[in-house]
């Protein structure tokens, strides 16, 4: 099982990043997909979450309106677009799968630096 964010880096105030996370190794439709964060010294917390199928979304407070979770079965990856982004934006940001407690992973995160 293999989960690999990519997409992260620097972006000034306001601007947008996509984040991708490409899953291999099992049967991606079946697992919820989430989007996670974790700032320096902050608990990691849940950022996105989408449903298999990609018909429903959830999303944190904080990132209402500005973040958009969607994924393309057909190519085992799921994606978070930023738009709007803030300086209490930046953070690790993990994709993970959920389907069961057995049957959760993680991938190694990547690094969402938002800053002027």
């Known amino acids: 099982v293999q989960l690999v964010e990519s997409g992260g880096g620097l972006v000034q105030p306001g601007g947008s990043l996509r984040l991708s996370c490409a899953a291999s190794g099992f049967t991606f439709s079946s697992y919820g997909m989430s989007w996670y964060r974790q700032a320096p010294g902050k608990e990691r917390e849940s950022v996105a979450t989408?449903?298999?199928?990609?018909?429903?979304?959830t999303y944190a407070d904080s990132v209402k309106g500005r973040f958009t979770i969607s994924r393309d079965n057909a190519k085992n990856t799921v994606y978070l677009q930023m738009n709007s982004l803030k300086p209490e934006d930046t953070a690790v940001y993990y994709c993970?799968?959920?389907?069961?407690?057995?049957?959760?992973?993680w991938g190694q995160g990547t690094q969402v630096t938002v800053s002027s």
């Open positions: 993970r799968a959920y389907r069961t407690l057995l049957n959760t992973y």
């Open positions: 989408i449903t298999g199928t990609g018909s429903s979304t």
